[in-house]
């Protein structure tokens, strides 16, 4: 009996989280480069929102310029816009959920699912996206501050006092989100503070169970 091929493309997320200098952006497009995932970061996105002078580019440069999280709704729109507009279904998603109420709005989105049947695409599913794990850059508040201050990138939010403010909402509003995501086993943590080489070992280490995709060509 000919064998059918059926297989269910599901979307995978991990977010990345980490305070801020902690090597995030440095990692990820390490990930994108050995794993085939799509890099989204929630700051770029928000960054490109001021630059393009939308309607909300004001408000988002002022959160950011005070160290504080843009209203859920704005950073979700923008992270599921990119995810509907990519033919991959492997995210990163770096600096996101920040707080309880990211978090909650991303887990309430509902995502298109595709299934194959002999190589024929069809979108049938409409799923909750949970996120596969968290991988959480573990890394000391004097470290972070020295490395954000040694930048030099033109953020208009590393400077002295704006890293206090990034610090604090860090611990009071971002740490609960990786302790709840670690109280249901999805924490996957990263001693950050050695040279990036180590970091990446042990990052590679974690995402060893993804492989490159390879597209089945079942018409052969
Ligand atoms: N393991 C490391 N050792 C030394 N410097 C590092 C390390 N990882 C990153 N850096 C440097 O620290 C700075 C901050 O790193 P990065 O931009 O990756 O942090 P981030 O977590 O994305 O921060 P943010 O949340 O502010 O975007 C960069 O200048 C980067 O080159
Ligand atoms: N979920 C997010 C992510 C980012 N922002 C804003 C506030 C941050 O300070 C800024 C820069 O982000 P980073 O590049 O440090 O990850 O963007 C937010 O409001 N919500
Ligand atoms: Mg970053």
């Known amino acids: 009996m000919e064998a059918k091929l059926f297989f269910q493309e599901t979307t995978v997320v991990v977010f990345v989280l980490g305070g801020p200098g902690s090597g995030k952006g440095t990692h990820c497009p390490k990930i994108v480069e050995h794993f085939g995932f799509t890099h989204l970061c929630a700051g770029d996105l928000l960054q490109a929102e001021i630059e393009s002078e939308s309607e909300n580019g004001t408000m988002i440069h002022n959160f950011k310029k005070e160290g504080k999280i843009v209203p859920s709704e704005i950073t979700v729109k923008l992270l599921q816009q990119a995810m509907q507009q990519s033919d991959n279904k ?29 190589s024929k695409s069809y979108n049938l599913l409409l799923v909750k996206i949970k996120p596969e794990f968290v991988l959480f850059f573990d890394c000391p508040e004097e470290e972070l501050t020295r490395r954000i201050l040694n930048r ?12 206090g403010k990034r610090l604090k909402v860090y611990f009071e509003s971002t740490l609960p989100v990786i302790n709840y995501y670690n109280s249901k086993g999805k924490v996957q943590k990263i001693d950050a503070q050695r040279s990036v080489d180590e970091v990446f070992e042990d990052v590679k280490s974690v995402f060893a169970k993804f492989k490159p995709v390879a597209r089945v060509d079942s018409t052969k």
């Open 90 to 118: 492997r995210f990163i998603i770096d600096g996101f959920p920040r707080n309880e109420e990211n978090r909650a709005a991303f887990e309430n989105i509902v995502g298109l699912e595709s299934f194959y049947v002999n």
């Open 152 to 163: 030099n990138q033109g953020r208009v939010d590393d400077n002295i006092e704006t890293i």
